[in-house]
């Protein structure tokens, strides 16, 4: 008889999120890893949340607390979850059928890696005569630094730190950004293990306001590479499965002439 | 670079931020992230407005103290540099033209008070290739989150 499998926690934050939460919390169940702890992180929902929450039964932890915001609820599910593999859905998602399957063994088999991270496939409305009757891929699947699409030893956190609260949209961006300056192992792998609703109201706002929060994780991270080396901000170092350029930091500037420095003995 | 050869930002490829005095610059055809600090932020503000390098080097001069041929070689070669990281493209005529000059490029400072010339530096990092694209964020409001506005249908 093979070691009992490690238990994963699975916190999935929730705030009026009824109508799509029964098949994200179905897609995680239906996951063949045999040891799984569902967290439910209630944010405050005013709608039918909790009920189909409870409606899991036993299956599921539920946990109700104050809005204040799904940075906030995920920490909230750190805290609670009793795993020593973390992972998260948001409520308007579904896990691929494989994803854990996929993603124990991959941790398991890379033990200098702290995080998994395979690739989300986004969804978009689809209409018929301006109502929405269901949702089709769209475009390829993409890596992106989004803890759904992750598995996460628990000790990261610790390491890291929680997510930050004050950050409304992008907490989990800020966070990976966080863990590559700090060194975390993370480990790329290309099968997809999220199906990713995309709002389809207005996909160029969306881009716009996803360029500008881009821009400023990256001006933040930048910050505090230059706080830790006093100096010009370092590159971080490349993933596992990012490919095989070196990461780089290249200045295109000319050089001002300096006086020779006294080299020491 | 030919002096008067007007370029433009390589939008939409090419999106950008300026915080405090720095530029951050991405390409979001490799992934590739610059800064540009400095003099380096002040060029991509005035090539933002359609400055040809020879009327950024006149800009400059007016800002900082140090010889006209040394700005006009230090702003050639970082110029160069854009167009190398392909974040700069010439404009075509049917791009924005080019603002007229005002009487004074800016309020010229007395030539005891302007700083010294710093060369406009540029960093290149390429760690976060294949990791910036677009994530489409979810809509977030007060309604609840995340937020499928529209109704109905399951995938």
Not at chain 1, 147 to 167: H, I, K, T, Y
Not at chain 1, 194 to 215: A, C, K, P, S
Not at chain 1, 222 to 228: D, S
Not at chain 2, 133 to 150: A, C, F, I, Y
Request: with cysteine; charged share 20%.
């Amino acid at each position: 008889m093979g070691p009992e499998p490690l238990l994963v926690s699975v916190i999935i934050p929730v705030f009026n999120g009824e109508r799509f939460l029964a098949g994200a919390v179905a897609s995680v169940l239906a996951q063949t890893h045999g040891r799984l702890e569902v967290l439910i992180v209630d944010d405050g929902s005013t709608d039918g949340s909790a009920a189909v929450a409870r409606s899991f039964g036993a299956r599921v932890r539920y946990h109700a607390q104050a809005n204040r915001g799904p940075a906030a609820a995920r920490n909230q599910g750190i805290r609670l979850a009793t795993g020593s593999l973390l992972a998260f859905l948001d409520a308007d998602d579904l896990w691929s059928e494989t994803k854990l399957a996929l993603q124990v063994p991959r941790l398991a088999e890379n033990p200098a890696a702290d995080v998994v991270l395979g690739r989300a496939q986004y969804l978009r409305p689809v209409d018929d005569a301006g109502a929405t009757t269901g949702f089709a891929p769209w475009g390829e699947p993409r890596t992106a630094l989004n803890l759904n699409c992750a598995l996460a030893r628990r000790q990261v956190f610790d390491r890291v730190g929680l997510l930050d609260e004050s950050l409304f949209q992008c907490d989990d961006w800020d966070w990976f950004m966080r863990a590559r300056e700090l060194g975390v192992t993370l480990a790329l792998h290309p099968e997809v293990v999220l199906r990713q609703r995309v709002h389809g109201g207005n996909i160029t706002r969306d881009r716009e306001r996803g360029n500008r929060f881009t821009l400023a994780m990256i001006q933040k991270s930048l910050q505090r590479r230059r706080q830790e080396s006093g100096g010009p901000a370092r590159a971080l170092t490349r993933l596992a499965g990012q490919g095989s350029e070196p990461a780089s930091v290249t200045s295109a500037a000319p050089v001002p002439k300096r006086p020779p420095r006294q080299e020491a003995d | 670079m030919v002096p008067d050869t007007r370029l433009r930002i390589n939008r939409p490829q090419v999106i950008d931020e300026t915080f405090a005095d720095e530029a951050v610059v991405v390409n979001l055809a490799n992934g590739n992230y610059y800064t540009l600090s400095r003099v380096g932020a002040e060029v991509w503000q005035c090539l933002e407005q359609g400055f040809a390098p020879a009327r950024i080097v006149e800009e400059l001069c007016a800002r900082y103290a140090g010889p006209q041929a040394e700005i006009a070689t230090a702003v050639a070669q970082f110029v160069d540099a854009l167009l190398a990281a392909a974040l700069v493209v010439p404009a075509t005529d049917t791009d924005t033209p080019a603002p007229p000059p005002p009487a004074l490029p800016s309020p010229a400072v007395p030539a005891p008070v302007r700083p010294a010339f710093q060369p406009p530096v540029m960093q290149e990092y390429t760690d976060m290739q294949g990791l910036l694209l677009v994530d489409p964020v979810h809509e977030v409001d007060e309604t609840g989150w995340p937020n499928v506005k529209r109704e109905g249908g399951t995938p």
